[in-house]
């Protein structure tokens, strides 16, 4: 069973505030992942980790940041939200199984930005 | 033009019923071919995966690939309340990238 956890579930803030997502694996996986997700949208990566230290920008243009001290633990960060920014962020960690990487999801944050 | 193209429906079907959940694709270069379930106000799980082309059978779910339409397919037999979810279909070729579709919307009425 996936054990990745995401607080808060649900988060309403106004514009210009400084926000912190919070991811946490106990799995012990080397990689993870932030995608956001709209309704009716597919998943669009925004940032991904191999590692400890590791940071990468994926293919959706992001104002967020991401760190990695500690393998199990990947907070996102928004330094100035706007409206722009609500919608559905959900993170990731990953393992690969006969070949295939599998992917195990977090219940995803949902914030919205007034 | 997506990459990956899938119906978001919704779909609704009585229970007992045969779903098909289709997505088309235009890379050919994707070779590992993925379905996730997502509950409502939950992350995606992974369902099945498939490589290459053919079928995969676990129960009462079956996928299928045909690579030369470029087209993948979900079935799900005898379907039940509790497989009322999005399904949303997936694609990597052989880099790190990973495509999903848009997802579809599944509700099974008892």
């Known amino acids: 069973e996936a054990d990745i956890y995401q607080t808060p579930r649900y988060l309403v803030i106004g514009t210009g505030k400084k926000i912190t997502l919070e991811c946490s694996q106990t799995m012990g996986h080397d990689k993870m992942y932030w995608y956001q997700q709209d309704p009716g949208m597919e998943l669009h990566l925004i940032h991904y980790?191999?590692?400890?230290?590791?940071?990468e920008k994926g293919d959706l243009s992001s104002e967020s940041t991401v760190s990695r001290i500690r393998t199990e633990h990947f907070p996102l960060t928004l330094e100035s939200a706007r409206p722009s920014h609500t919608s559905q962020y959900l993170c990731?960690?990953?393992?690969?199984?006969?070949?295939?990487?599998?992917?195990?999801f977090g219940s995803g944050t949902q914030l919205s930005v007034l | 033009q997506k990459e990956v193209e899938q119906d978001p429906g919704p779909l609704s079907v009585p229970e007992g019923a045969i779903v098909s959940l289709n997505c088309t694709y235009s890379?050919?270069?994707?070779?590992?071919f993925m379905w996730y379930r997502q509950y409502s106000r939950k992350g995606p799980e992974l369902l099945m995966y498939t490589y290459s082309s053919g079928n995969k059978e676990d129960g009462r779910f079956t996928a299928q690939v045909d690579k030369s339409s470029k087209y993948i397919s979900l079935f799900i037999r005898d379907s039940q309340p509790s497989d009322s979810a999005t399904y949303l279909c997936?694609?990597?070729?052989?880099?790190?990238?990973?495509?999903f579709g848009t997802g579809t919307r599944l509700q099974v009425f008892p």
């Open positions: 990731a960690s990953s393992e690969y199984r006969t070949g295939v990487e599998k992917l195990f």
């Open positions: 890379n050919s270069a994707f070779q590992y």
């Open positions: 997936a694609m990597r070729d052989n880099t790190d990238k990973l495509i």
């Open positions: 980790s191999y590692g400890v230290n590791s940071t």
